[in-house]
C-alpha cells in the first residue's frame, strides 16, 4: 500500500533563517505532488505541485520554492523565512495519471519567531 | 464567487445526531468529489470519493452528489464525539474537461458533545 512521510513535524525558526520541508511517499511511481499551506480559518492554498522531476509548477508568488530531486521526494524551502510563511504545510499525493484520490501527510508545523 | 462555498460552523450536535455538512460550487466541469476529515494538528485524512452525481455510502457516512444544483453532502448517521473534527470538501475536473488540481472548501468544524 502507499504511505507518504513528512517531516519535521513541528519546527520553530527565526526571521530570516532558511527553512527545508520534505516529504517522501512509498508504494508508486510517478505520483503528482503537492505542497499546500493551511492558515486557520483559511482553507488549503495550493503553493507547487509537480508531475515529475524537476517539474515544479508555483501557483502563487512568495518566498518559498519547491524541488523535486527524485520521483518520490518533494521538498518545499525558503532561504530566508518570513513571520508570514508560518502556517502548518501539508504534502500530499494523487496518482500520476491525474485521476484518484488526493492524500495527505500528517503535516509540518512551522512557527516563525 | 469563491469557486467553492463551505459553512466553516462551528456545528454542534448531541451524540446519536445525523450531521448533514455541505458544499456548493460553481464550475461545471467538477466531476470528481471528494470530503475530508481532519483531526486538529492532523493532516486531512480521505473519507469519500465519488464521481458525478448520485450517493455513495460507506458504514455511517453517505455522500450525496447533486450535478444539477452544484451542491453536494455529506451525512454522518449515528453521530460520535470522535467524528468531532474538520470536515473538508473538494473536487475537482475530470477527462471531459477541467483542471485535475482539487480545489477545497474551507472547511466545516463539527462537534459532536455527549
Known amino acids: 500500500s502507499q504511505t507518504i512521510h513528512q517531516w519535521p513535524a513541528t519546527l520553530v525558526q527565526p526571521v530570516g533563517s532558511p527553512l527545508s520541508l520534505e516529504c517522501t511517499v512509498e508504494?508508486?511511481?510517478?505520483?503528482?505532488l503537492y505542497w499546500y499551506r493551511q492558515a486557520a480559518g483559511r482553507g488549503l492554498q495550493l503553493l507547487f505541485y509537480?508531475?515529475?522531476?524537476?517539474?515544479i509548477s508555483s501557483e502563487v508568488p512568495q518566498n518559498l520554492s519547491a524541488s523535486r530531486p527524485q520521483d518520490r521526494q518533494f521538498i518545499l524551502s525558503s532561504k530566508k523565512l518570513l513571520l508570514s510563511d508560518s502556517g502548518f504545510y501539508l504534502c500530499?499525493?494523487?496518482?500520476?495519471?491525474?485521476?484518484?484520490?488526493?492524500?495527505f501527510g500528517e503535516g509540518s508545523r512551522l512557527t516563525v519567531l | 464567487q469563491k469557486e467553492v462555498e463551505q459553512d466553516p460552523g462551528p456545528l454542534s450536535v448531541p451524540e446519536g445526531a445525523i450531521v448533514s455538512l455541505n458544499c456548493t460550487y460553481s464550475?461545471?466541469?467538477?466531476?470528481?468529489f471528494m470530503w475530508y476529515r481532519q483531526y486538529s494538528r492532523k493532516g486531512p485524512e480521505l473519507l469519500m470519493y465519488?464521481?458525478?452525481?448520485g450517493n455513495k455510502e460507506d458504514g455511517r457516512f453517505t455522500a450525496q452528489v447533486d450535478k444539477s444544483s452544484k451542491y453536494i453532502s455529506l451525512f454522518i448517521r449515528d453521530s460520535q464525539p470522535s467524528d468531532s473534527a474538520t470536515y473538508l470538501c473538494?473536487?475537482?475536473?475530470?477527462?471531459?474537461?477541467?483542471?485535475?488540481?482539487?480545489?477545497f472548501g474551507r472547511g466545516t468544524s463539527l462537534i459532536v458533545h455527549p
Open positions: 500530499a499525493w494523487s496518482s500520476g495519471t491525474g485521476t484518484g484520490e488526493l492524500f
Open positions: 508504494g508508486t511511481s510517478n505520483p503528482n
Open positions: 509537480s508531475v515529475g522531476i524537476g517539474q
Open positions: 464550475n461545471s466541469a467538477f466531476q470528481y
Open positions: 465519488t464521481y458525478s452525481s
Open positions: 473538494a473536487m475537482r475536473g475530470g477527462a471531459s474537461g477541467g483542471s485535475y488540481i482539487p480545489t
